[in-house]
């Protein structure tokens, strides 16, 4: 068992930058790859962002909307991955949520079992 606990979101203008932090207890991160996604209201939940399990040899991969202003990064040390967003778009406004899972990354949020509480992310023009 993993608990996951977003923080960071906020309200911001276009053309700002805020990072989230998804803190984890009850296991260690590294036994999971750690994903983002994000849901705005009257949409589905969409893949934002993942990072591998190991520190040492990372693959991110990120969707095509966010490639270039999103950074994902994780710090097995501390138990937390991080979502470094710069230039938010208004069209970035969502609920932020991580979630983890023990297998290779998905796009597919039905395939994660652990997730946090969100963190609402409101981008204004």
């Known amino acids: 068992q993993v608990q996951l606990v977003e923080s960071g979101g906020g309200l911001v203008q276009a053309g700002d930058s805020l990072r989230l932090s998804c803190a984890a207890s009850?296991?260690?991160?590294?036994?999971?790859?750690i994903v983002w996604f994000r849901q705005a209201p009257g949409t589905e939940r969409e893949f934002v962002a993942a990072v591998s399990r190991s520190s040492s040899s990372v693959t991110r991969t990120y969707a095509n909307s966010v490639k270039g202003r999103f950074a994902i990064t994780r710090d097995n040390a501390k138990n937390t991955v991080y979502l470094q967003m710069n230039d938010l778009k208004p069209e970035d406004t969502a609920i932020y949520y991580c979630?983890?899972?023990?297998?290779?990354?998905?796009?597919?949020?039905?395939?994660?079992?652990?997730w946090g509480q969100g963190t609402q992310v409101t981008v204004s023009l």
């Open positions: 979630a983890a899972r023990p297998g290779e990354y998905s796009l597919s949020p039905l395939l994660y079992e652990y």
């Open positions: 009850g296991r260690t991160l590294s036994s999971y790859i």
